[in-house]
């Protein structure tokens, strides 16, 4: 038994005491909590089931001097398309390319990233091509899933929206990023606010983001957002209704099933605001909303993106689909 399965099992004992014996008061004594702590656990439990009990999985920090993420990301790439050769072979290829890495956090890495081993590497690169091409090899039945995919069949089908805490700027405030990204192509809008983020900011943000994309070609036919409280208002389902959009939400403390957005987060706040913040100071939301709009041009059509997209931009996946339709 893991150190979470102990906690959820204690969670689900306190609130099966209390279901038993009626008595609040008498369940906190015995089991050494408060009752604020507990009426936390129970609103968490009647709202989205026992299963939101289960302790949050924290994100590993990303250290100063830790390897960039950029780094880490062409490492893993060339460990499922090269993966044959050893570390040192890694890290000679990547100096190529002009990054200086040691073949011992070349193995690091790969270890953290389930590729310590050639077999381990064969066995992703197989299930790569089985996922991609169809082709199924026994290296490829052998290998267990290793990740969670959104997909969609065209533009529009499936747009993910979120809600990304950027920061409390002075003479500014807490200003969030409202953002949207359609799974099929990767185009994304943004739209940013002074906080906290409320229905009223999603029902505009769902008027601005339909507008966008209806520019660019685009018909929406659902949203995926999580059970944050500006997408969980009945406000913004009745609004989806009228418009005759579906509404899918994702699991409970499951923010990998959003995880197109979730990615999109990562990006724009490693190339976009933390650049940006280095370099200038922005005494307005409008100044903050230029910037991101400036670098969305950049995303859209210059940025080369990864796997899924297979080094293409999201105005090359949109202009290909556009000729395919028109054929």
Known sequence: MTHTEIIYRRRLAVLEHAQRTGNVAETCRVFGISRTRYYKWKQVADRYGLAALMPKERRAPQMPMATPTHVVERLVTLAVLEPTIGCRQYADRLGDQGFSIAKSTVQKILVTHGLSTRQRRLARAAAVTAATTGLVTEAAR??????FCLAAAGPGELVCVDSFYIGKLKGVGKVYQLSAIDVFTRWAFVWLVIGPVEA???????????????RHGITVR??????????NASAFSTALAAKGLRHVRIPA???????VVERFHGTILQECWRPAFHRRHFASIRQLQAEADAWL???????NHGDYMRGRTPQGVLDNHKKRKAA
Do not use: I, K, M, Q
């Not at 052998?142 to 990740?147: A, H, R, T, V, Y």
């Not at 009223?200 to 209806?214: A, G, K, M, Q």
């Not at 041009?297 to 940025?303: A, F, G």
């Open 253 to 259: 403390r499951s923010p990998n099933h959003n995880a």
């Open 297 to 303: 041009c950049t995303y859209h059509r210059r940025r």
């Open 222 to 231: 659902a949203v995926l957002s999580d059970n944050g409280l500006e997408y």
């Open 142 to 147: 052998d290998d267990e899933p290793f990740g």
């Open 200 to 214: 009223t900011h999603s029902l505009t943000f769902l008027e601005r983001l339909l507008r966008h994309y209806r």
